[in-house]
């Protein structure tokens, strides 16, 4: 069983990284196939940001950001990048809720809604991974890893 834990730890941080790389790939090729969608949603939170080129530098941000965690270069930075990415579209839940959850309110989510949630997620798995590579930075250095009281 050590084994297998070993084999685990071994994977999760390149996983995590290719995986976060795979998602920003395809969500950011996805704004130049069509950017109207994400058009559409800045316009009924963010109007000031409603433009075709506003989406296409964000898709090309994703793209790149996908790229360079594809080749491990800089991933720390990388990741803080991203959770700016996913943290800029979870504020359409505070600044326009009836976009999140519909007409029937809190609890409750709409499509656009539960689509966004999954941000929450992405946005995790960007702190672990900027946590994870900042460990391997820092014992490249030389650093111990920081204790938390618990």
Do not use: C
């Amino acid at each position: 069983m050590n084994g297998l834990f070993r084999l685990v730890e071994r994977i999760a941080g390149p996983l995590l990284r290719i995986s976060l790389g795979l998602i920003l790939l395809w969500i950011g090729a996805l704004k130049f196939a069509d950017p109207s969608p994400v058009v559409g949603l800045l316009h009924a939170s963010l109007p000031f940001l409603a433009l075709k080129g506003f989406v296409y530098t964000l898709g090309a941000l994703e793209i790149a950001a996908s790229i360079l965690l594809f080749a491990g270069i800089a991933a720390r930075f990388v990741g803080l990048l991203v959770l700016i990415i996913f943290a800029g579209t979870l504020t359409i839940f505070l600044i326009a809720p009836t976009v999140t959850y519909g007409p029937q309110g809190f609890p409750y989510l709409s499509l656009v809604g539960q689509f966004l949630l999954k941000d929450f997620v992405l946005a995790s798995a960007a702190i672990a991974m900027v946590a994870m590579e900042s460990m391997k930075v820092s014992a490249r250095n030389g650093v111990g890893p920081r204790r938390v009281a618990a």
